[in-house]
Nanobody
């Protein structure tokens, strides 16, 4: 059974930083792509960033490019989302997700991911 647990959310002022963590149990990340998504109140869950199973070139949505970085620590079996220069519009619940199938590339739709964490709230005040 694959379980993902996010942590690191909180309240921060605009311009501040947070680092979200996504820890996995039940398997390692090294052969599986991982994505971060977010969902603001009353809105759909949307793609934020993704890390390919082989590492290397990451994906991110335009609104976070240059501010958010996704990376993996294999020793800790954890994927991180470093968020800098936060804006009020980044306020949302953030979820990490991974796929059932190994060696599958990163994609942008939540429907492509099989395992999800419970989410962590990020609130950015102006």
């Amino acid at each position: 059974q694959v379980q993902l647990v996010e942590s690191g959310g909180g309240l921060v002022q605009a311009g501040g930083s947070l680092r979200l963590s996504c820890a996995a149990s039940g398997r390692t990340f090294d052969n599986y792509s991982v994505g971060w998504f977010r969902q603001a109140p009353g809105k759909e869950r949307v793609f934020v960033a993704a890390l390919p199973w082989a590492g290397g070139y990451t994906r991110s949505t335009d609104s976070v490019k240059g501010r958010f970085t996704i990376y993996r620590d294999d020793a800790k079996n954890t994927v991180y989302l470093q968020m800098n220069s936060l804006r009020p519009e980044d306020t949302a619940v953030y979820y990490c997700a991974t796929k059932r199938r190994s060696y599958s590339g990163p994609t942008y739709s939540p429907n492509d991911y099989d395992y999800w964490g419970q989410g962590t709230q990020v609130t950015v005040s102006s």
